[in-house]
């Protein structure tokens, strides 16, 4: 076992903590606030090669490995986790897809662009009637000639105002999961728009909305992979997806603590700082080791991935406990702050309201515990 990071790793750490450090954390409270999307920084993270980490440089990617791709969606999501979102969803749940499963016609018309960070990605798979169950959607396609023609309405989708590439999933056989079909349809195509446009409690800087389809025509070299093999893309993609969620609520955790820690040292009650009160120490320690444990099972699914074996156990448990680590750490940052931890003039406040989408988002911690119990029990 090496529990060291790499030469190649530790340089990513730095090159992208630096970039973060001095480019985005300084507007961090102003994006949140504004709820603005950032279209240089995202273009700067595409020069970079961090909008495509783990996608060949011959596709315009960053040619990483995926333990790269963690530390990257962590550094970020340290300084602003909306950011990471918009990140994660263009590596994991475009690129991916699009790089693993489409036609090299395919890869070279899109991989380029969403790998530099000229055009946006997004993944439409939830519906009104379709989250957790995501084998009952709705929506259809219909086989129409020269085209495919989708109808139906798409919820929670990440990147979805400013997108211009989308990885839609639509039923295009029978009930069940083998009646899914995968399709990449691009901004402006007929019959696609954009339709209500969610208020949030956290990542503000990362727009999610609805995507509506009436009657959405397709040319038919659109449809990414095998017919009816849609649903095995969707998880195959949310595999990957999960250990960059990972990354993104240790980020938030790290930045909970690291803000909590700077205050403990600086605020005095009786007399003393309070980080000498083994109250405050307690907990700034259970941070600490909740959030290393937390990575340790992040950099073993990334490491399980890059073997090329499968690592849906090891991706479920690093969300699960990722994310609810996230959560708690953020809790207990505005508990050290006390009354100032409720208010906005601190950082805390936005990592408690953004840490709790990632125990929701890519499969709720529900949905977690029930592929890592079906996967001990040797359940189907």
Known sequence: ???????????????????????????????????????????????????????????????????????????????????????????????????????????????????????????????????????????????????????GTKIFVTNGVEADILIIYARTGGEGSGGISAFIAEKGDPGLSVGKVEHKLGIHTSSTCEIVLQSCRLPKDR?????????????????????????????????????????????????????EFQATQWKIADMATRIQAGRLLTYRAAWVRDQGRRHTREAAMAKLFASETAMWAATQAVQILGGYGYIQDYPVERHFRDAKITEIYEGTSEVQRVVIARHVLGLS
Not at 38 to 45: M, N
Not at 230 to 237: E, K, N, P, Q, Y
């Open 1 to 151: 076992m090496e529990f060291a990071l790499r030469e190649e790793h530790r340089l990513v750490q730095t090159t992208v903590r630096e970039w973060a450090a001095t480019r985005l954390l300084p507007v961090a409270a102003e994006l949140d606030r504004a709820g603005r999307y950032p279209p240089g920084l995202i273009r700067e993270l595409g020069d970079l090669g961090l909008m495509g980490v783990f996608i060949p440089e011959a596709y315009g990617g960053g040619g990483m490995d995926t333990i790269s791709y963690c530390i990257v969606m962590e550094e970020i999501a340290r300084a602003e986790a909306g950011v990471s979102a918009v990140l994660s969803v263009n590596n994991s749940l475009d690129c991916f897809p699009i790089f693993q499963f489409g036609t090299e016609a395919q890869k070279r018309k899109y991989l380029p662009d969403l790998a530099r960070g000229r055009r946006l990605g997004c993944y439409c798979l939830t519906e009104p009637t379709a989250g957790s169950d995501a084998a009952s959607l709705r929506t259809t396609a219909r086989d129409d000639g020269d085209h495919w023609v989708l109808d």
């Open 223 to 275: 449809l990414l992979g095998e017919r009816g093999k849609g649903f095995h893309i969707a998880l195959a993609t949310l595999d990957g997806g999960r250990i960059g969620i990972a990354s993104q609520a240790l980020g938030i955790a790290r930045a909970a603590m690291e803000d909590a820690a700077a205050y403990a040292k600086e605020r005095r009650q009786f007399g003393r700082p309070i980080a």
